[in-house]
């Protein structure tokens, strides 16, 4: 959930005007702002297309049938800023809640105490299967925290799998910049794997206990359409889908790409490259992913390690046709502005990641064009259109985030520890295809292993080395007790006594 609706609270705007010359553009400040957008909805979501087949349903491509996955079609609402939710009934009786879709975590968490920013809330005690668990948990996210406590409690999704799951549930009762002023959504459905849950990884993740209690696909697909619509609007509406238990073919267009899942944890992927325009970085691959790259929908924008991202502003700033380019933009402190209808697209580079095919010795290219990261932000003045940067630096890895995300239909397909990339079919502005797959490329030129140290690695590390010195313990312990025996054997039986006692306290503290 990093990072949401960073730019929600942007300092001031700076803006660049149009001056009539075809290339030639200079900076003027023309206010200053210091408070939170006062969003008004301007523009309409590009619609989905469904393309229905011959019998008017869209079914499952489970073998036992059990998904209707048409049904699944347009379950999420919100935007890039502020997260993609979906409506679940929680309790009995059922008490509806909008609950973020985030792949970067893996709790299962809903607002269970007033909160100024919500509407709403999780009422533990007019439940009747709610069962508190008695124990803390504590989530801190790259952007904000809560605190609250663990229970179990039936659930089920009425644009989702048929059926009432009963799911490890955290009430939420306390929280710091977790909740966003007007978001429409109180809670969280962390979709990532167990290691990742709090307190620790026996809490079972929500999907986990979908997947073992009805029997679908251990698969989750998800289409974002944010793309091209300015953020933070007010108005709910249709903009995305969340498919349970497989693919839904009319989410995307072409064929799906697959790059293997480095580990389990995040959804955790290995960058080769990447290109701006047709220029390649060069940067040593492992940079890219230093210290991981992952696919994460709770994160609002595309978020590149320090040295990556000073090397991509580098690039599109030579690539760009714009001449001294306010360094706030790049910073997310200023918005850039443009006479309306003089839309800055092709003053901007494409943007390619290119990801290991599940062939490690090759690899394919996700390209966004930059309608999708110079993003429209809600209507500030009469006779300006504002954009603002949907790239930002990260101290904690590389984000594939909802800026990249909007482009395709992603496929998280655990069964097989890989996840999928196609072209979506709502990444579309005026006829225009926002964002391209293309491969195989031979990976032959990029090393072999790209991958940095991770911090999963490291924290096996730190297993491997307390088990060993647990493992040299018991040993030392042991040889204790055999230098002992002989003692036994020369002393009396007067003795045996004290030794017995001994054995027993070895045996406890080997407990
Ligand atoms: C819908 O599917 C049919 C048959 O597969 C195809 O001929 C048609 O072009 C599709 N329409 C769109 C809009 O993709
Ligand atoms: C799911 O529930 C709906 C509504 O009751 C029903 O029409 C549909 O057949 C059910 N699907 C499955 C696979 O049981
Ligand atoms: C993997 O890619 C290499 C290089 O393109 C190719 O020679 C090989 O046949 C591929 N292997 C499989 C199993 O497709």
């Given at each position: 959930m990093a990072k949401l609706c960073n730019s929600l609270f942007l300092g001031c705007f700076l803006c660049v005007i149009h001056t009539g010359l075809p290339q030639s553009y200079y900076a003027v400040p023309i206010k200053i702002f210091a408070g939170q957008f006062n969003w008004s909805p301007e523009l309409d979501l590009?619609?989905?297309?469904?393309?229905?087949t011959e019998n008017g349903l869209s079914l499952a491509s489970s073998p036992a049938g059990v998904v209707h996955f048409l049904n699944m079609l347009n379950n999420l609402q919100g935007d890039s800023g502020r997260g993609y939710y979906m409506e679940m009934l929680i309790g009995t009786p059922p008490q509806s809640l909008n609950i973020l879709v985030d792949t970067g975590s893996s709790n299962f968490a809903v607002a269970a105490a007033p909160d100024s920013d919500i509407t709403r809330h999780f009422i533990s005690m007019s439940s009747t299967t709610y069962q508190s668990l008695g124990k803390a948990v504590t989530v801190k996210y790259t952007q904000g925290d809560w605190e609250g406590e663990l229970g179990s409690e039936q659930v089920s999704i009425p644009k989702g799998?048929?059926?009432?799951?009963?799911?490890n549930i955290a009430a939420i009762l306390s929280s710091n910049g977790f909740f966003i002023p007007g978001v429409n959504w109180q809670g969280i459905l962390g979709l990532a794997y167990p290691i990742?849950?709090?307190p620790d990884s026996s809490v079972e993740p929500f999907f986990d206990s979908l997947v073992r209690q009805t029997s679908i696909p251990d698969v989750f697909s998800l289409q974002m359409c944010g793309a091209g619509i300015a953020a933070g609007s007010t108005v709910d509406r249709a903009a995305g889908s969340l498919i349970m238990g497989g693919i839904e073919p009319t989410l995307y267009k072409g064929s799906i790409w697959y790059t293997p899942i480095q580990e389990e944890w995040y959804y955790q992927v290995e960058i080769l490259k990447l290109e701006v325009g047709d220029q390649n970085l060069n940067l040593d691959c492992k940079e890219y992913n230093s210290d991981k790259a992952i696919v994460d929908s709770g994160t609002t924008l595309l978020r590149l390690p320090k040295n990556v991202f000073a090397a991509v502003i580098d690039a599109i700033v030579q690539t760009s046709l714009i001449q001294d380019f306010p360094a706030g933009f790049w910073t997310d402190t200023k918005l850039a502005c443009?006479?309306?209808?003089?839309?800055?697209w092709?003053?901007?580079?494409?943007?390619?990641i290119y990801l290991r095919d599940t062939n490690a010795s090759q690899s394919f290219r996700i390209t966004i064009l930059p309608q999708l990261?110079?993003?429209?932000?809600?209507d500030l003045y009469d006779t300006l259109d504002c954009y603002r940067f949907g790239i930002s630096p990260s101290a904690s890895g590389l984000v594939i985030g909802a800026t990249i995300m909007e482009g395709f239909y992603v496929i998280f397909d655990r069964a097989q520890k890989r996840v999928g990339f196609a072209v979506s079919t709502c990444a579309e502005s005026s006829g225009l295809l926002l964002s391209e797959i293309t491969g195989p490329f031979v990976a032959s030129d990029v090393s072999s292993d790209c991958l940095g140290g991770s911090l999963l690695r490291e924290r096996l590390l730190w297993v491997i080395s307390y088990s060993v010195m647990a493992i040299c313990t018991l040993v030392l312990l042991v040889l204790l007790l055999i230098m002992a025996l002989p003692c036994r054997c020369h002393r009396g039986s007067g003795h045996r006594a004290e030794i017995n006692d001994e054995s027993s306290l070895i045996r406890n503290r080997i407990k």
């Open positions: 590009v619609p989905l297309k469904r393309n229905l799998p048929n059926g009432t799951i009963t799911v990742l849950a709090q443009w006479p309306k209808g003089e839309t800055p092709r003053f901007f580079p494409k943007l390619s990261y110079i993003q429209p932000i809600e």
